[in-house]
């Protein structure tokens, strides 16, 4: 047994990428639903085990992206999981509204269907009114 003050953090266990990323798939806790894929940083990890509030690492902006920081569409972590590897998480959520962007309520919204993709699920909210005009 490795002595505590030894042991290896919740954080050394994580294999983050070149970037210091790793990809997170967002599921919704109860009905099982994927909702989303995104990224995290060491700083969204430690944010959002400590607040409870997912908080994701935005590519795009460069900077901590506290789910429904805009839209008002927050996720509550129930679970946060490390797959075998230690290169990914699941995170067990309690999506609030819509969790797409585009106001659907996954991201995963069209599927591979006679040589096209299709639509298979409808906004919900449109984004404007997520988001007003941006």
């Known amino acids: ?13 994580i294999s983050f990428d ?4 790793v990809p997170v798939i967002a599921q919704q806790y109860d009905t099982g639903e994927i909702l989303m894929v995104a990224w995290m940083n060491r700083d969204a990890v430690g944010e959002t085990l400590a ?7 935005s590519r795009s902006r460069q900077a901590l992206w506290r789910k429904g920081e805009t ?3 927050t996720q509550r972590l129930v679970e ?6 230690g290169d990914a998480l699941l995170a067990l959520v309690d999506q609030t509204g819509v969790a797409c962007h585009t106001g659907r309520r996954s991201c ?8 096209d993709w299709h639509v298979i ?4 909210t449109p984004p404007d009114a997520l988001y007003g005009d941006r």
Do not use: E, I, K, N
């Open 108 to 115: 995963f919204f069209r599927a591979a269907r006679d040589g």
């Open 121 to 124: 699920a409808d906004v919900v």
């Open 80 to 85: 946060l999981r490390l797959d075998c590897d």
């Open 51 to 57: 607040t409870g509030r997912v908080c994701y690492w």
């Open 1 to 13: 047994m490795t002595p505590p003050d030894t042991a290896p953090t919740l954080f050394d266990q």
């Open 18 to 21: 070149a970037a210091g990323l």
């Open 71 to 73: 839209s008002g569409q």
